[in-house]
Antibody
Framework: EVQLVESGGGLVQPGGSLRLSCAAS????????MSWVRQAPGAGLEWVAN????????YNVDSVKGRFTITRDNAKNALYLQMNSLRPDDTAVYFC???????????WGRGTLVTVSS | EIVLTQSPATLSLSPGDRATLSCRAS??????LAWYQQKPGQAPRLLIY???NRATGIPARFSGSGSGTDFTLTISSLEPEDFAFYYC??????????FGQGTKLEIK
């Protein structure tokens, strides 16, 4: 069974940093691009970033460029999101999602809440 | 960036009704469009990929159609568990992947 479990969320002050983790199991991690998708309170879904199976290519949305970095550790079946210079509008539930080629985001974690507030 | 616009924002129907949800793209996405269902406090679930293909385990009452810029998600006969939020998402031109703003399907 595919499982994605996020951790690392919490309350952080504006300008602070946080590192999210996603533990993956139940599938061959290196077969898939992996993404982070976020959802602000009461709002819709926003794709944040993704990474190639071997980390050679990484992409992100313009609003997080220069602040957020996606990485993966294939030996640990883990995905990470390093978030720096956090702003109040980064407040959201952050989901880890598996990208199935030709399909879309076919498996999601339950999410971890990040709150940026003083 | 491709903008996806969903309509209506809220759809009020009764169990057993037919639901028709729309997603319009700001430019052609071919058939590279997916639909997701999300219930409060839960992660999204992939329903439809490539405009008209049901994902694994999705009931046959869910169907998708369209290509280019206009797409439709149809639920043929609503079950109580179908009342939720629905989002479309394009993968034709990325980064970034983009989602529509969502349609809330509520019980009338």
């Amino acid at each position: 069974e595919v499982q994605l479990v996020e951790s690392g969320g919490g309350l952080v002050q504006p300008g602070g940093s946080l590192r999210l983790s996603c533990a993956a199991s139940g599938f061959t991690f290196t077969d898939y691009y992996m993404s982070w998708v976020r959802q602000a309170p009461g709002a819709g879904l926003e794709w944040v970033a993704n990474t190639h199976p071997y980390g050679s290519d990484k992409y992100n949305v313009d609003s997080v460029k220069g602040r957020f970095t996606i990485t993966r550790d294939n030996a640990k079946n883990a995905l990470y999101l390093q978030m720096n210079s956090l702003r109040p509008d980064d407040t959201a539930v952050y989901f880890c999602a598996r990208e199935r080629y030709g399909w879309g985001f076919d498996h999601w974690g339950r999410g971890t809440l990040v709150t940026v507030s003083s | 960036e491709i903008v996806l616009t969903q309509s209506p924002a809220t759809l009020s129907l009764s169990p057993g009704d037919r639901a028709t949800l729309s997603c319009r793209a700001s430019q052609s996405v071919g058939n590279y469009l997916a639909w997701y269902q999300q219930k409060p406090g839960q992660a999204p679930r992939l329903l439809i990929y490539d405009a008209s293909n049901r994902a694994t385990g999705i009931p046959a009452r869910f169907s998708g159609s369209g290509s280019g810029t206009d797409f439709t998600l149809t639920i043929s006969s609503l079950e109580p568990e179908d009342f939720a939020f629905y989002y479309c998402q394009q993968r034709a031109d990325w980064p970034p992947y983009t989602f529509g703003q969502g349609t809330k399907l509520e019980i009338k």
